[in-house]
């Protein structure tokens, strides 16, 4: 398996447009979690899925952000409108079996919003 | 609200010394997930400990779990420069089904 993949690597846009970011979990895996990571707040989990479902959405910021999995190979992160402090470094894992072993990590998506 | 801290958050060390690297935490939990996360890349898991008294150990690396006294350490043996990195605790809140992170460890190691 490829691992996590996440796309784009690297999205930079002007504050009050709509951002997404993807993510491509591991084939098998019914956890997919999305943090974001940032110098000040270190890594945050905003919200997770089991089985595409989402559970916990606590630690979504704000309205601006929305998550959906429409199937268990995809899962998007939207922020609408976008502005200067939601730069950071957005990261997907998966897991399966959350908590039975270890979530693996995307490359992560680098979000700079001027 | 489970809090994990870790300590120290920046070591500089040299080559061939040993160090530790703590992680508290605040409530119950019985799993523990230490990751790796190189500059500017992804984390990746060095080793996960699932009971009181679990000991892992991986090349120079070496982790283990007290969960009584809600504390886990990761032992640097003979440090090389390869090993400077950003080193993470996680620990498994299970009843919010959460995992939590450290702040982390900035660890650089001079020859």
């Known amino acids: 398996d490829a691992g996590v993949i996440q796309s784009p690597r690297h999205e930079v846009t002007e504050m009050g447009q709509e951002v997404t970011l993807r993510c491509k979990p591991i084939s098998g895996h019914d956890y997919l979690f999305w943090y974001r990571q940032t110098m000040m707040r270190g890594l945050e989990l905003l919200i997770y899925f089991n089985n595409n479902v989402p559970i916990d959405d606590s630690g979504m910021p704000e309205d601006r952000f929305s998550a959906k999995m429409p199937n268990a190979s995809f899962s998007t992160l939207k922020i609408q409108p976008s502005e200067p402090r939601d730069s950071a470094v957005y990261f997907c894992?998966?897991?399966?079996?959350?908590?039975?072993?270890?979530?693996?990590f995307g490359q992560g998506t680098r979000l700079t919003v001027v | 609200e489970l809090k994990v801290e870790q300590n120290p958050l920046f070591l500089s060390m040299q080559e061939g010394k040993n160090y530790t690297i703590y992680c508290n935490y605040s409530?119950?939990?019985?799993?523990l997930y230490w990751y790796r996360q190189d500059p500017g890349k992804s984390l990746e898991s060095l080793f996960v400990?699932?009971?009181?008294?679990a000991v892992k150990q991986e090349g120079r690396l070496m982790a283990s779990l007290d969960t009584k006294a809600r504390l886990s350490t990761l032992h640097i043996t003979a440090a090389v420069h390869d090993l400077s990195a950003t080193y993470f605790c996680?620990?498994?809140?299970?009843?919010?089904?959460?995992?939590?992170f450290g702040q982390g460890t900035r660890l650089t190691i001079n020859p």
């Open positions: 894992a998966s897991s399966f079996h959350r908590g039975e072993t270890e979530a693996f």
């Open positions: 409530t119950t939990s019985d799993r």
């Open positions: 400990l699932l009971s009181n008294g």
């Open positions: 996680a620990v498994y809140l299970k009843g919010a089904q959460k995992l939590v």
